[in-house]
Each structure stands twice: as structure tokens, then as C-alpha cells.
């Protein structure tokens, strides 16, 4: 395997201060520029759809939810880790847009109106191919692997933090 960049910053920190343990570097600082450059390519298909990132999360947590697609505010800002306020500005600016309704009876529910789920649809397809073509240099066995460990190092982070559990 060739060394890259963050291979380059270990090996100046290790002649510079060999005191000092940086091999937390050799995971975090890959995982800091992947994010960079994976968000950059998923938000590169949203625009392609008009879409932002936090918008098609909003639409696809309610499509994923079943034939009703709706959830309360409060399931909503559950599954997306947000404070209420966000979680209140995000789908007013999806009403606005057309994309979700409020409705209104014993409690408030967010229903994914026909244009939002076409919307959803549409970028969910192209989604799925472009999250594929960024880990498709891993194979069947490789990628197993990858989910393994980082379901791990995301569940001990996750505990240790007061984000709370890994899966809310």
C-alpha cells in the first residue's frame, strides 16, 4: 500500500516528538479527510436534485418510515439528532418547499406530501450509486469488516460522549 499524506504528518510527528504517541492520527486524520471528501461527493448528487444534504435526510427518514410516511417532530428529531429549534426551521423550510405537510389532530405529525416523495425517490436511486462507487474499491469481505469496526469505534465513541447512543 502507498503511504499518503497522513502518513507524511506521522512521520514528521514521530521525528519531531517521538514522545508522544500519534497513532490516534493514523485513523482519525483518514476519517477527517474521508468525511470531507465523501460529504463533498454526497452533496455534489443532492444538488443535482435540488436538494441539501439535511433536506433529503428529512425526506428519506420519512419515506423509510412505511406506507404512512409521517412522523412526529418529536420521532423526527430523534432519528436525526437535532434540537428542536433546527429540527422546527428544517421542516418549516420542507413546507414551504412543498415537501412535507403538518398535520394537525390529538398531536402534531410531518407527512411527506406526493412532491416530496418524488423528489425522495428520485435522489434516493442516485444516492445509493454514488455511496457505491466510494467504497468500491473494498471488496465483499473488506467491506464486512469496515462496517464491523467502525460500528465498534462508533458505539464506544458514542457512549463516551453525551450525544448519546450510537443508534438513537
Not at 45 to 73: C, I, K, Y
Amino acid at each position: 500500500m502507498e503511504s499518503d499524506h497522513v502518513d507524511e504528518i506521522l512521520s514528521q510527528w514521530n521525528r519531531e516528538r517521538p514522545d508522544v504517541d500519534v497513532s490516534g492520527m493514523a485513523v482519525i486524520g483518514r476519517l477527517t479527510r474521508l468525511s470531507k471528501v465523501i460529504q463533498n461527493r454526497l452533496n455534489t448528487v443532492f444538488a443535482e436534485h435540488d436538494l441539501e444534504f439535511w433536506e433529503f435526510d428529512v425526506l428519506a427518514t420519512l419515506m423509510r418510515n412505511g406506507s404512512d410516511q409521517q412522523l412526529t417532530p418529536g420521532q423526527l428529531l430523534k432519528s436525526m439528532m437535532l434540537t428542536s429549534g433546527a429540527m422546527t426551521n428544517r421542516i418549516d423550510r420542507l413546507e414551504k418547499r412543498g415537501y412535507v405537510d403538518r398535520v394537525r389532530g390529538r398531536q402534531v405529525l410531518v407527512t411527506l406530501t406526493a412532491k416530496g416523495l418524488a423528489k425522495a425517490e428520485g435522489a434516493l436511486v442516485d444516492h445509493a450509486a454514488n455511496e457505491l462507487s466510494l467504497i468500491q474499491s473494498l471488496d465483499d469481505t473488506q467491506r464486512a469488516q469496515l462496517i464491523e469496526l467502525l460500528t465498534i469505534l462508533q458505539h464506544a465513541i458514542m457512549s463516551e460522549t453525551d450525544l448519546g447512543p450510537a443508534d438513537p
